[in-house]
């Protein structure tokens, strides 16, 4: 069902729509009036054609194919107390271009050069790559892009933004940038563990690493992966994919001897990022990743490694365990106390599969994905009977394969959610 935002922006889209299908009338109107037709006459035509199908992507909030997949919002919605998430819930739009970014649909039609009708209410918008619509092991990135919102919202660098020295406005303006983006960074990965920096790690390898540098607004990307490496080494998370990831980062980097030049801040990065890490540990934020989590992880890739394509679901109890204490209490010829059947029944819910979190389900895939995929690909094009377009072909489909697991992985685990007896208070 729509927000009443996404309603008064699907309205104001209507009446734009209206206006472009009566001016594309007029002008087809005017051309069939004329009774001989030359070339010269198609002009009008052409130009109205034009605009309307040059105008109309610019609409794609509302026009957008595919349809954006409902399991991206699946793996957002839970990430952020409620509280909070009611006023960030975000319209997801596709991106042409290769990069991930949040704006508001004030800044977004602006942008378009159209002004919002006063009295509509603003709306985030988190911008995703088209090309990464069904790559679910990618989407951990929206996570730092709605952080900006959550971000904003809170004013947590504005507020950070006190303790800088006085410089100038260039000074204080990147800083308050940086501090922007590892805040967002710290966040993420809080939320989201390794498989935010592995998706950020492989969108980092997606571009060439001479352009791998600073800029005003963002600060380099080995500082970023560096933070969030040792973030994960300091709280016992780094998982086997991110250590897999961060290493063959590293060495790219060692390998163009990209050098990352000192610019100056209103304080020391590393006492920047602490504070951040401070102010964001007032937040509360729901507590998703941590050390238990490793466990729940290990599970779903154990499932993934023995052939089960959908980790929707885990069991922390070994169900052989559970069958043979059932069978004892079964075979007993005793009369068992009452101690003993409440003993048993809380057996058989431990023997009941609980619903895996959105963040597990991605950790584990990330993982499964750095162990066997290398293995997989090297099966496929070992095959001498197939041309090497065959073999690219059975490797899409076998890419593909495992993204829609992943994808009914995350929609299975939110049923189950939603059907789960819930805990008597």
């Known amino acids: 069902m729509a927000s009443a935002e996404e309603t008064a922006l699907l309205n104001f889209y209507n009446v734009q729509l209206e206006g472009i299908k009566k001016r594309l009338k007029l002008s087809i109107d005017q051309i069939l009036y004329e009774s001989d037709f030359t070339i010269s ?12 199908h040059n105008l109309h992507p610019q609409f794609r909030v509302f026009a957008t194919l595919p349809e954006i997949p409902k399991e991206i919002f699946l793996t957002l919605e839970n990430l952020f107390p409620k509280k909070h998430y009611e006023r960030l819930e975000p319209t997801i739009v596709y991106s042409p271009i290769y990069n991930y ?3 508001s649909s004030l800044e977004y039609f602006q942008h378009l050069g159209i002004l919002l009708e006063k009295g509509i209410p603003d709306r985030i918008i988190l911008m995703l790559p088209y090309v990464d619509f069904g790559n ?78 600073h800029s005003e607004s963002h600060p380099h990307p080995y500082s970023r992966i560096n933070y969030m490496s040792n ?16 290493d063959l980062y590293d060495q790219l980097y060692s390998l163009f001897s990209i050098e990352e030049e000192r610019i100056q801040l209103a304080m020391k990065l590393e006492d920047l990022i602490d504070g951040l890490e401070q102010k964001i540990s007032e937040i509360n934020l729901l507590d998703i990743m941590k050390k238990e989590s490793l466990s729940v992880i290990a599970i779903l890739t154990e499932k993934l490694n023995s052939g089960i394509p959908l980790i929707s679901s885990y069991r922390l109890t070994n169900i052989d365990e559970i069958t043979k204490e059932k069978e004892e209490f079964l075979n007993s010829q005793y009369q068992p106390t009452i101690k003993e059947v ?21 950790n584990a895939s990330w993982d499964f994905r750095a162990k066997r995929f290398w293995d997989s690909f090297k099966e496929i094009f070992k095959d001498s009977s197939l041309s090497y377009e065959e ?34 208070k």
């Open 342 to 362: 409440e003993k048993y029944y809380n057996l058989l819910n431990l023997a009941n599969e609980e619903p895996a979190e959105p963040t597990h389900i991605l």
């Open 101 to 103: 970014f949040e704006l």
């Open 391 to 424: 073999k690219f072909i059975n490797f899409a489909e076998y890419i593909d394969n495992f993204s829609y697991s992943i994808i009914k992985s995350l929609e299975i685990s939110k049923i189950h959610s939603t059907f789960k007896p819930k805990e008597p």
């Open 231 to 246: 973030y994960l080494k300091n709280s016992s998370l780094h998982s086997d994919s991110s250590i897999f990831y961060t």
């Open 136 to 213: 679910p092991l990618v989407w951990s990135i929206l996570t730092h892009e709605l952080s900006h919102a959550f971000e904003a919202n809170l004013e947590i660098v504005e507020n950070f933004a006190e303790n800088f020295k006085p410089h100038s406005e260039d000074v204080i303006r990147r800083s308050k940038n940086w501090a922007r983006e590892f805040c967002c960074d710290i966040i993420a990965i809080k939320l989201m563990g390794p498989s935010y920096l592995n998706a950020f790690l492989n969108f980092s390898f997606s571009i060439h690493p001479w352009y791998h540098t």
């Open 41 to 52: 006459d198609y002009g009008p035509l052409y130009d109205t054609l034009s605009y309307f």
